[in-house]
C-alpha cells in the first residue's frame, strides 16, 4: 500500500501525515494492534484520520504496514489514550 491508497482525496502537500499504531483500540473489537493514518492541516492544526486502518496481530507487523521508511518514532504521550503504542512522523 502506499499513502495514496489510505487517503480519498490526499491531503493537501502542506498537510503533516503520521502515523498511529494502536494496541486493542475500542473501536474494532478483537483488534490486537491497529496502525491508522493521520494527518494535520497545516492552517488550522486539525488532526483528521483516514477511514482506511490496517489490524496487525503484532506490533511488528504494525509497524512494517506504514508505507513510508524513514520516520521518526514518538512514543505515546502521557495526555494520549491509554491504548496509543507510539507514532511515526
Request: net charge negative; charged share 20%; glycine share 4%.
Amino acid at each position: 500500500m502506499t499513502t495514496a491508497d489510505f487517503f480519498n482525496p490526499l491531503p493537501a502537500n502542506d498537510a503533516l501525515i503520521f502515523w498511529v499504531i494502536y494496541h486493542r483500540p475500542p473501536d474494532i473489537p478483537g483488534a490486537e494492534y491497529v496502525m491508522r493514518p493521520q494527518y494535520a492541516e497545516a492552517y488550522t492544526g486539525q488532526i483528521l484520520c483516514s477511514a482506511r486502518a490496517v489490524v496487525a496481530p503484532t506490533l511488528d507487523e504494525a509497524r512494517a504496514s506504514i508505507p513510508v521508511r524513514g520516520l521518526y518514532r514518538q512514543e505515546r504521550d502521557k495526555s494520549d489514550p491509554l491504548c496509543i503504542v507510539e507514532s511515526w512522523f
